[in-house]
């Protein structure tokens, strides 16, 4: 049984990996949320329960169940099983979703959320459900009282995608909304 994933950030983005069959999801009861943690001075984005909300995003394959790639990119997370939770219109049977452990997340803290991750979120968003699917985005994550660090010069980020004028100011419009 090929085990999948559902990605709600940066993996919605197709062009920051190659995971095969990749395709809209949903994921009932949960939203998106900013979180501190020890491991680093930027923000995390990752998932907490929250009945009667969703969000959407993709799942896909992960061939062979070789999950060491995708653990090492999530690492700071911990892989959950999101397989009842997940709608969706693959053949999967076995979807887990990445979220920072309850225990690991800080109320606290001088961190701040990239610029360059953001604009790779909101780019992905844009392309797989369209500018209304870009604000839902930002609809559906909790935490944007965190400041931003522009390091748009100079991604931080590792998987930082070279953005259109029209991508950069659909980020730069949305995030003016909810700071």
Known sequence: MTPWFFGYGSLVNRATHSYPQ?????LTGWRRVWVRTELRDVVFLSIHPAPGHSIDGLIASVPNADWAALDQRESGYARIDATHHVNHAAPANNIAAYQVPPEQQRSSGD???????LDVVVQGFAREFGQAGAEAFFATTDGWDTPVLDDRAAPLYPRAQNLSAQERALTDRLLAQVQ
Do not use: K, V
């Open 22 to 26: 990749a395709q809209a999801a949903t």
């Open 111 to 117: 961190h701040r959320i990239l610029l360059s991750y």
